[in-house]
């Protein structure tokens, strides 16, 4: 690639400030293919293993080739009955009443929590929230007039009612919106959707309304009954529910799913929903066949948690301050190296020993948790795991393993 030449004031303000980043040691840049034999690639969050799965393959193909590439229009124009029967199979799955597919996770997270608040609303997140739940609360913010959002200290439910409380003594009326992860995506810990679930219910007076949001995208495939999701393992704590089909299902897309009048708000009020071209009917044909694979073909969720259980035991064994497979049962486990630079330099280590896995660095983690992240998939065999542990021990002296 030809170095970038800075001819205008506009491009060398911009180079300035990537210029800053790179000092910081927190610039972003994509990384380069490699396709060296024996490669152990822990970047992607295809934890199934299904997106090189033939039955997606043909599903997508056939589906484009007799439905066309895409859906050429708002869902709101023009509609596809294999996009609305992978939504019913979705309800049938996780036991909804209806359900809706948006092209990506990003998008829809921002239609489900940017859509629902009205004047005088309160959302509150956990701190640690994915970047697209904070945005979906600045969206609604900027437009819906008297929209407050705030957030609360990591899985802590009794400071979010506390908050809560306070906005309801100047706005008694106002509706709370509270928002978490169901397994947060940087530190694969669980959130509490039961404390949540309570503090909902304390607050659900009417006129006063109060509503729990998760983001189930690290814990669909994974978690419950048959890759269900924690909200499904708990009984459905939650009022509504955004999964994603760009992880363990293998594809891509975002859905959202709950009561039906809540999804009807969604269509009615949701801007990215309204104002964007609709997922593709070829996405939600593969998206139908990973359902079908989920069910299928279980032994994949069973082999996923033998590893995660395996890994995280002697990655804590050699000294790494990772979380205990019987309390975090998830596939994110981060090696936790402290400032950015380190990330990159245990990430650069695990790299020469053919192990791609990521430096995840602030702003996306609190300065001071710069980290090297492992996404475990059901396809590791028992060699790659003893590969994983050998050069993770290798690159980090145990006397400087940190703790989470």
Known sequence: MPTPRVTSPWLTRLQDRLDQQARLSLRRELPAVDTRPGIIDLRHN???????????ADALTHAAHHHGTGSGASRLLADHDLITTFEDRWC???????????????????????????????????????????????????????????????NDASRAEAIAHRH?????????????????????????????????????????????????????????????????????PADLVVATG???????????????????????????????????????????????????????????????????ARLREAG???????????PVIPLIAGEAEAALELAAALRRHGILAPAIRPPTVPRGSARVRLSLHANLGPSEIDRLIDAANSCFPVSRHPTL
């Open 46 to 56: 295809d934890y199934l293993g299904l997106r090189h799965h033939p039955a997606l």
């Open 92 to 154: 049938a799955f996780k036991g909804s009443e209806r359900a809706l597919l948006l092209p990506t996770g990003y998008m829809a997270n921002l239609a489900a929590l940017g859509s629902l608040a009205m004047p005088g609303d309160l959302i509150l997140l956990d701190r640690l929230a994915h970047a697209s739940l904070l945005d979906a609360a600045r969206l609604a913010t900027a437009s819906v007039p008297r929209v407050t959002w705030r957030t609360f200290p990591h």
């Open 168 to 236: 309801r003594q100047r706005h008694p009326d106002a509706a709370i919106l509270l928002a978490t992860e169901a397994v947060f995506s940087m530190d694969g810990d669980l959130g509490d959707l039961a404390a949540l679930a309570r503090v909902r219910d304390r607050l659900n007076r009417p006129p006063a309304a109060a509503c729990l949001i998760v983001d189930e995208a690290h814990a669909t495939g994974v978690i419950g009954p048959a890759g269900t999701g924690l909200d499904h393992a708990l009984h459905h």
């Open 246 to 312: 760009g992880k363990a299902l293998g594809v891509m897309g975002g859905i959202i799913s709950g009561p039906a009048v809540a999804i009807d708000a969604v269509v009615n009020f949701a801007r990215p929903f309204i104002y964007s071209t609709g997922a593709m009917p070829a996405q939600a044909a593969a998206l139908t066949a990973a359902l079908d694979l989920l069910r299928d073909e279980p032994q994949r969720i069973t082999r996923l948690h033998t590893i995660i259980t395996e890994v995280r």
């Open 320 to 330: 790494w301050g990772v979380a205990d497979p019987s309390q975090v049962p998830t």
